[in-house]
């Protein structure tokens, strides 16, 4: 695992981990994962299970805290639309010092409507996978302006849900793809409830759908 401080265009500075896989098998492919929300108390250190499993599955991975996280500079947005330069500012820095054929968005929760309106800042950006995407109404009264950008983005899109997710009901999530742009796959975890999905003990779960998808693009 590799440390480094990656520097957002207004000057924030963004603390990144690399997980560099030791039987490289995809070295063109570059997961970027966007963790929850901030304001709640979300950090890198909550996908770390997730982006170790991809590492050991030959796959970079990257982690990083957003703006007001961990150890980067400055201070979380309500709305995470400051955020999307945080994503953006480390996917070119991947770009840039990797050179991968493409980058694969995977947001957590808040991170995923972040990662969403982040997709299409960047040609290399080739893929999304959301892992709860707070679509519900409550929640979309702080998300729902990122709705728009993912949603009539034509990259292939994969989200993943509980049917007990506390945030989105199955009907909601089905009500917001029918007519979404390009190649929407979802993904749904019988009886599993928003936090419980994003708790350890499924990370190798996410990790094998994850690259289930993009096994195929």
Known sequence: METV?????DGIKLHTRLYNPS?????DL????????TVLGGFQGLLRGIATGLAENGYKSVT???????????????TGFAEIGDVVAVCKWIEETHKPEGIVLVGSSAGAPIAGSSID??????????????FGMISSILFGRHHKAILQC????LFVMGTNDGFTSVKQLQNKLKNAAGRVETHLIDGIGHFQMEGPAYDSYMVDVIIQFVSSL
């Open 5 to 9: 401080m990656v520097e957002a265009g």
């Open 23 to 27: 039987d490289p098998k995809n070295t």
């Open 30 to 37: 570059v997961f970027v994962l966007v963790h929850p929300y």
């Open 64 to 78: 990083f805290d957003m703006r007001g996280a961990g150890r980067s500079t400055g201070r979380a947005s309500l």
């Open 121 to 134: 800042r960047l040609e290399k950006i080739i893929g999304y996978v959301s892992l709860g995407y707070p």
């Open 154 to 157: 034509p990259k292939p899109k």
